[in-house]
């Protein structure tokens, strides 16, 4: 028997993050229906994730693959979800739990995003466009660069005007100073790219600062249940396991 994959989020008080994530699992799902897949939270959403594995271990199970929701290796990734995984252990001594890789850095993350932003209208060959990669922002640098660098990229690729990150919180630029950046090098039009898998405050955030520094600004949404998306997650759980991931065929 496979071991479950239990994909843990950050959780927030915003219903549409929770729904966004049920989404994404649910083509998860869809790509693997022989795989028994579960949802989880750190905080602010149920079911937490020592409440999942506890499910798990109650269904029989003797193992389980928990898989972060997570962009980069910030506290989340390596506080929070450890110390979880840690009690269920310490409750269930006989249910090994292992701990995949975060979701980033990646290539099928940078397709989503980029997805996202072209579905919202941004053209690649418009040199007056300034483009935000907007993340969350973290204490890291580490995951903050990650997010530079996939601007970069996308500059580098592009005629725009200018593609930088920009962050939500504890991390610099903020939208006002990244916006004004843009202009300096030329923008005539602001666009918004996610680097969030769901919507909640801290996009919320992004996007009304956007539209306070900028005329109509094009805001792209998170990446929600993109296909690649799903596809990392279950790539994830099988690099965990050692075996290749193989989607089945409904």
Do not use: C
């Not at 506890?54 to 972060?68: I, K, L, R, W």
């Not at 593609?163 to 843009?182: C, G, M």
Request: proline share 8%; hydrophobic share 50%; glycine share 6%.
């Amino acid at each position: 028997m496979t071991a479950p994959l239990v994909a843990v989020a950050h959780g927030s008080r915003d219903p549409r993050s929770a729904a966004t994530i049920h989404a994404l699992l649910d083509v998860v799902r869809a790509k693997r229906p022989d795989l028994d897949v579960r949802a989880a939270f750190l905080d602010l959403s149920a079911p937490r994730l020592g409440d999942v594995l506890s499910a798990v271990h109650g269904d029989g199970h003797d193992a389980a693959v928990v898989v972060p929701l997570l962009l980069g290796r910030a506290f989340h990734a390596r506080v929070d979800v450890p110390a979880a995984v840690a009690e269920a252990e310490r409750r269930y001594p006989r249910l090994q739990v292992q701990v995949s890789d975060v979701l980033g850095p990646d290539p099928r993350l940078d397709a989503a995003a980029w997805r996202r932003l072209l579905e919202a209208g941004a053209d690649p060959d418009d040199p007056e466009l300034g483009v935000l990669l907007a993340g969350a922002g973290s204490s890291h640098a580490p995951a903050n660069q990650l997010v530079a660098d996939v601007a970069d990229r996308w500059q580098a690729q592009t005629s725009w005007a200018g593609a930088v990150a920009t962050f939500a919180a504890a991390a610099e630029p903020a939208v006002p100073a990244a916006i004004e950046l843009l202009r300096a090098r030329g923008a005539r039009r602001i666009a918004v790219a996610s680097w969030f898998l769901a919507p909640g405050l801290l996009p919320d955030r992004i996007t009304a600062l956007a539209r306070d520094h900028a005329t109509d600004p094009l805001i792209a949404p998170p990446m929600a249940d993109d296909e690649d998306l799903a596809d990392l997650i279950l790539t994830r759980h099988a690099e965990t396991l050692g075996v290749p991931h193989l989607p089945v065929a409904l």
